[in-house]
């Protein structure tokens, strides 16, 4: 059917209903922006992003791209709840090749970030950083936060603050908010097993594991 998915596998839905339930512990109210072009579908989700013309926090995406069992042309912002109910309700595939249908729900999401889009050529690698030293940054800040904005405080004081914090650099990566560390963190794109490399394309930065890639676009250079 047209909007449908076609997972080519268990593991493929198993992925990415891990995937989002992830980005939605980020942003419980959030959206997922799914672009598919011909047999690659790339999920992107929103981490961190500006509230308003003046504040100047970095624009922080999240994105795991998985194979189509067939080619699609599909680019639609979903919720992640309404997402994750579809993908809660699908049948698990037979057989570990088997496929599986995931009907794209009707409800449209609002996210002003899925209106900036990432080049999806052009990268240039510029460095590598350890997976520890970004889960460092990540923990600290999660510390950091949680210690300035105590239950009960105001919707602005807590963006202030996690403004603050995250749009700090990462030691020796001055273009490199500590907000890209928490989301390789939390989307659960870290692991030991090989550095982390780092991209940059124009505007974009991307941090770049075999798990999934963070995508940064400092407000400054948004427009």
């Known amino acids: 059917m047209p909007g449908d998915l076609m997972l080519p596998d268990a593991r493929s839905l198993d992925d990415l209903r891990l995937f989002l339930g992830r980005a939605r512990r980020v942003d419980d109210g959030g959206a997922v922006r799914l672009l598919a072009r011909g047999p690659v579908l790339a999920a992107y989700v929103g981490v961190l992003h500006p509230l308003g013309l003046l504040d100047d926090s970095p624009t922080v995406l999240g994105l795991r791209t998985s194979a189509l069992a067939a080619g699609s042309d599909l680019d639609a912002v979903v919720p992640l709840a309404a997402l994750l109910r579809v993908l809660e309700r699908s049948p698990a595939p037979e057989g570990e090749a088997a496929v599986t249908s995931v009907a794209v729900p ?52 807590v963006h202030r603050v996690r403004s603050s914090v995250w749009g700090r650099p990462v030691p020796d990566l001055d273009d490199v908010p500590a907000g890209a560390a928490f989301a390789a963190l939390a989307l659960g794109f870290l692991g030991e097993d090989a550095p982390v490399r780092v991209l940059r394309a124009g505007a974009w930065t991307r941090l770049t594991t075999s798990r999934g890639h963070v995508l940064v676009k400092r407000r400054s250079a948004l427009g």
Do not use: C, H, Y
């Not at 510029?126 to 919707?155: F, H, K, N, Q, Y």
């Open 106 to 157: 009707a409800e449209r999401g609002i996210a002003a970030w899925a209106a900036i889009s990432p080049p999806r050529g052009g990268w240039a690698e510029v460095g590598v950083i350890a997976a520890p030293a970004l889960e460092l940054v990540a923990r600290d800040g999660i510390d950091e936060v949680a210690a300035a904005v105590p239950e009960g405080t105001g919707e602005q004081i």
